[in-house]
């Protein structure tokens, strides 16, 4: 189990419970959408949650995904509210990023483009919250990311 995953687990699981709810309960509430195992799995951090499936569990709870995702230790550290800071990244640099790690990001990065009509291609500005969805995709923190996507020369010299 990554440290990640058993934090996002924890989250899940005080959710849950502060819906009143057992594994059962929301096995019987999503009329079996949502199987007791596969959820117990996701709280123990046994099983990863794709970014799709942690949104539709955030709707079913009826949170936004935000406040399932674990906290940004560096963010809190540094004073900045969740989903306040800023991370700018160099697209110009993507072909530099291993091919094996690329496609998520890429697709990611566009997405974003597409969502807001910023087609300039050369820098994007991303939220901590959409950081920390990327982050998913990657099965690692936030922060561990950052470190990421500084070794692969995608932080912008005007961002962080």
Do not use: C
């Amino acid at each position: 189990m990554t440290d990640y995953a058993g934090q996002l687990g924890e989250r899940l699981r005080k959710i849950r419970i502060q819906k009143g709810m057992s594994l059962q309960d929301v096995q019987q509430a999503s009329q079996g959408k949502w199987k007791a195992a596969v959820v117990g799995a996701y709280e123990r951090g046994d099983r990863n949650v794709t970014v799709a499936r942690l949104s539709e569990l955030a709707d079913f709870y009826g949170v936004p995904v935000g406040e399932i995702l674990p906290e940004d230790d560096r963010a809190i550290a540094a004073g900045e509210p969740l989903g306040r800071r800023r991370v700018v990244l160099d697209l110009e640099g993507l072909e530099k990023v291993p091919e094996t790690d690329r496609d998520p990001l890429s697709r990611f990065t566009h997405a974003i483009q597409i969502q807001r009509g910023d087609y300039n291609g050369r820098v994007l500005t991303i939220r901590e919250d959409d950081l920390m969805a990327l982050a998913l995709l990657y099965q690692t923190s936030a922060d561990e990311l950052s470190r990421r996507l500084g070794d692969w020369g995608l932080l912008s010299k005007n961002g962080n």
